[in-house]
RNA sequence: GCCCCUGUAGCUCAGUUGGAUAGAGCACUGGCCUCCGAAGCCAGUGGCCCGCGUUCAAGUCGCGGCAGGGGUACCA
């Protein structure tokens, strides 16, 4: 055994790193001193040790698998290194035990005394409790939402919206410094189809007859606008020219729906650090620079009268980036990914982020190789960009499901949701599956304040604990004292402190692999484990010679409620003192 | 046709990048409040779409099927 003490987990505020990961230093470490003393032979230590947490209690609370993979490599029986890399890991504060299992595994026990010991440290760090360094400050930005705003927010952009919003703020929990943004598709021909649309309308209110767009926007809400336009603007827009009438009406109508998407999105407890125009990079100039910058690598052909972008990887021979049927306005008929390009150069260079994350529905699939393409294509690295790609969402009402259909204007919205469901199951429902599968969103089973509804199990784990503060206070305990954490030894009070020490490993998990709803399944443990730890343990003790522990236990009880706090703070979530 | 996602318990879904005995909620059955919130806890029933392959090890990777959803470039 190497006498040497690793600081690698000192817990409280300062602690950059989680204990998995502390885990696999250690494993490096014995796997180096066992070839230092001649107990392996040399061979190269994996940058990467793997380390899981231990799935049964005989395993301890964290395995690696890493001799089983050395084997081959060693030419020796698993078990065996194993066993000399168990002899070799050096000492820690935070391990009792380390052992090597059949068929090679190493398996590490948490030492009692130092998990009890973290109580002070997790309550005094507070809201901060879990984050972690794992982005070192890196610049990123999430662009997420950017619906069309041409109607209001669907039940599917709400998915696009709570993925987008809890990414960013694990991401800000895992070290790394986000900017959110919305992208205002404010450019091209749903801006005259809308623009049209409301005219149209707007002409029947005066018993003018203007033809409805063949492409226009039918719901109703439509139809409210263009009587909200002639109570405000009366007439006018009869006696103008026609296509500026639309042009007006069209930009109108979509800051109208913005001031609403807005609205919305603030009831769900989203903001938006930025608005961006797409139209703007019309404006400024950058999308011609960017054609420029692609014809000159010879990226661009021209077409039946259009340009094309062309690049090695797509599948097809070219890309459409901007059609021949051009009218006046030459800016009017870009297609997508003409807009993208320049979009995109201005996140990763003008404004320097090291990362886009976009959140795109994935009936947008196939234009991710043509961003990346294009992103080549003028010199950027397409590493650094991230597409998070979610499946659709289907709504249950009364176990059928209810059909929606953009094209007839008829559709559930984010403001019917959060009228007969609120935010918090809205958010909790949205983010609890991957991103990978098609979201079933039971209508029913959302508003239902019963235990089948998921929400409210965490949540009232924290009333709980509050309802147990406020009993601890009414009894004369004072709620600020801090307890001796050595008194913490029940099996119940430990699982409890070992489920908030693996925050932080959940938080580098949702940041790195950009799956949130590891948060919803945390959170749901992290409940639980409270409720056993209540059932087994009596908190509020007025017998003679339990003052210690009962003071000991309303700081764990303090402490797992700051933790429950955090969780639903990262998924946006309220954490109410009673319900 | 081609591309993407999915297929795990009666239902809705997890499964920590290939590890040890595959988990949770709901539903169903039975139990637990003279003491801190029973919206809680405990116990029981029950499962990896099919085939081949790679590997010491496959729910996870590869190939081929079957089934469902989405996309397929002038709407973005």
New binding site residues.
């Given amino acids: 055994m190497v006498a040497q003490a690793v600081a690698l987990f000192p817990g409280g505020a300062q602690s950059k790193m989680n204990l998995r990961k502390s885990i696999g230093v250690l494993l490096q470490a014995g796997l180096q001193a066992a070839q230092d003393t001649g107990a392996l032979p040399a061979f190269e230590v994996p940058a990467d040790i793997?380390v899981?947490?231990?799935?049964?209690a005989?395993?301890g609370d964290y395995?690696s698998?890493v001799c089983?993979?050395l084997a081959?490599v060693l030419h020796q029986a698993p078990i065996r290194i194993a066993q000399a890399v168990a002899e070799h890991v050096p000492a820690a504060p935070f391990v009792a035990r380390v052992e090597a299992?059949a068929?090679g595994?190493v398996?590490f026990t948490l030492d009692p005394a130092w998990v009890a010991a973290q109580v002070p440290d997790i309550l005094a760090t507070g809201e901060r409790w879990g984050s972690v360094s794992e982005g070192e400050g890196q610049r990123v930005q999430v662009e997420f939402v950017s619906a069309?705003p041409t109607g209001p927010m669907t039940v599917h952009a709400t998915r696009n919206a709570v993925i987008g919003d809890v990414l960013a703020r694990v991401i800000e929990a895992a070290g790394y410094e986000v900017q959110r943004e919305y992208y205002v598709?404010d450019a091209?021909?749903?801006v005259r189809h809308f623009g049209g649309s409301i005219l149209s309308r707007y002409a029947q209110l005066f018993g003018a007859d203007i033809p409805f767009p063949e492409?226009g926007y039918p719901g109703a809400y439509v139809t409210e606008m263009a009587q909200q336009a002639a109570d405000a603007f009366g007439d006018r827009y009869l006696a103008m020219d026609q296509a500026e009438a639309v042009r007006e009406l069209g930009r109108w109508g979509i800051d109208q729906i913005l001031k609403g998407v807005e609205e919305d999105l603030a009831l769900l407890g989203i903001r938006f650090d930025n608005w961006f125009s797409?139209r703007s990079l019309y404006e400024s100039g950058l999308f011609g620079e960017m054609m420029a910058r692609l014809a000159a690598g010879g990226h661009i052909m021209q077409r039946?009268g259009?340009t094309w972008f062309m690049h090695p990887d797509l599948?097809?021979d070219?890309?459409?980036v901007r059609?021949?049927?051009v009218i006046d306005n030459p800016e009017d008929?870009?297609?997508?990914l003409a807009?993208d390009i320049p979009y995109l150069w201005n996140k990763l260079v003008v404004r320097g982020f090291d990362k886009a994350i976009y959140v795109w529905g994935?009936?947008?699939?196939?234009d991710v190789p043509r961003v990346k393409a294009a992103a080549k294509a003028v010199g950027l690295d397409p590493e650094r960009i991230v597409i998070i790609?979610y499946?659709?969402v289907t709504l249950l009402r009364g176990g059928e499901e209810v059909r929606m259909s953009k094209s007839s204007g008829e559709f559930v919205t984010l403001r019917d949701l959060l009228a007969e469901v609120g935010p918090d199951p809205i958010r909790f429902m949205m983010l609890?599956?991957?991103v990978?599968?098609?979201?079933?969103f039971d209508l029913d089973l959302a508003v239902e304040?019963?235990?089948?509804n998921?929400v409210?199990?965490v949540k009232?784990a924290h009333?709980?604990i509050?309802?147990?503060l406020r009993?601890a206070e009414e009894q004369g305990w004072d709620p600020e004292s801090v307890g001796d954490a050595a008194l913490l030894t029940h099996p119940s009070e430990l699982d409890l402190i070992r489920k908030m020490l693996s925050l932080p490993?959940v938080i580098t998990?949702a940041s790195?692999?950009m799956?949130p709803?590891h948060l919803t399944?945390y959170a749901?443990e992290l409940a639980?484990l409270f409720?056993?730890f209540?059932?087994d343990?009596?908190?509020?003790s007025n017998e003679p010679g339990e003052a210690d522990l009962t003071r000991a236990r309303l700081m764990l009880a303090r402490t797992a409620k700051s933790v429950l706090a955090r969780v639903l703070h990262l998924m946006g979530m309220t954490a109410p003192?009673?319900?």
């Fill in positions: 793997p899981e947490p231990g799935r049964h005989a395993h395995g698998p089983l993979g081959r299992v068929p595994f398996n069309n598709n091209g021909s749903k492409q797409e039946d259009a599948d097809k070219a890309v459409l059609s021949p049927q008929r870009p297609t997508y807009s994935a009936d947008h699939h196939g790609l499946q659709m609890a599956r991957t990978d599968v098609t979201l079933e304040q019963s235990d089948r998921p409210f199990y009232y009333t709980r509050a309802g147990v009993h490993e998990l790195t692999n799956a709803h399944s749901t639980s409720h056993v209540y059932r343990c009596r908190i509020v003192e009673r319900m």
